[in-house]
């Protein structure tokens, strides 16, 4: 026979490990995706600021644009076309990493470096 003493005990660890196992599933859901942030392109001078919003800020010599996307499992972003056709929907491959990132269209790559 088990002494209430003990069955208290047990009931408290089984506690603490459900307890456990939710506060590992909410930390892994809140991780950071690393493609979001700033990004520039080295050569070029090129920025990018990609937010969890769906919006792209792309800054060229001074010149600021903001573009909506939107991203497709696993590795695609789309950029939105224009509403009148004019500017083309444009789909590129993406890795991102801690420090760098590629996009890739069509077969060419560009780098990218995280701005810290």
Known sequence: MISRDTTSKMRLLAG?????IGL??????????PLYGKWEEPNSGVILEIKNNGQMITTVNGTTVTMQYSLEVPDVLILDGSKDGSVPEQRL???????????TEDGVSTVFDRVK
């Open 93 to 103: 491959t993406y890795v991102a990493t801690a420090d760098q990132l590629t996009l």
């Open 24 to 33: 590992t599933g909410l930390s892994a859901c809140s991780g950071s995706d």
């Open 16 to 20: 603490i490990v459900i307890l456990l």
